[in-house]
Nanobody
Framework: QVQLVESGGGLVQAGGSLRLSCAAS????????MGWFRQAPGKEREFVAD????????TYADSVKGRFTISRENAKNTVYLQMNSLNPADTAVYYC??????????????WGQGTQVTVSS
């Protein structure tokens, strides 16, 4: 069992930056891949980014590529999402997720409660 707790969300102006954190507990973080999803009001939940257990392999949605960076510190059981050049379209609840293997398509079996990110124009 893995518990995921997000933090770092908030209100930011367009063009600004935020860094989300996700603390994992219950299982050594080096054993699973992690990522982020988001859900905007009235829209379906969408994939944002993924990082392998080693941190070597990362994947991004086209909409955030070049602006967001995912990273992790296994010693702290924490994954981060650095978000730069934010725009109102990035407004959403951001969810931290974890998967237990590298099978494609990725299956995320653990989800956090989410943290709100609001970008004002």
């Amino acid at each position: 069992q893995v518990q995921l707790v997000e933090s770092g969300g908030g209100l930011v102006q367009a063009g600004g930056s935020l860094r989300l954190s996700c603390a994992a507990s219950g299982r050594p973080s080096r054993n699973y891949g992690m990522g982020w999803f988001r859900q905007a009001p009235g829209k379906e939940r969408e994939f944002v980014a993924d990082i392998s257990w080693s941190g070597v392999s990362t994947t991004y949605a086209d909409s955030v590529k070049g602006r967001f960076t995912i990273s992790r510190e296994n010693a702290k059981n924490t994954v981060y999402l650095q978000m730069n050049s934010l725009n109102p379209a990035d407004t959403a609840v951001y969810y931290c997720v974890a998967r237990l293997n590298n099978n494609v398509p990725y299956e995320y079996v653990y989800w956090g409660q989410g943290t709100q990110v609001t970008v004002s124009s």
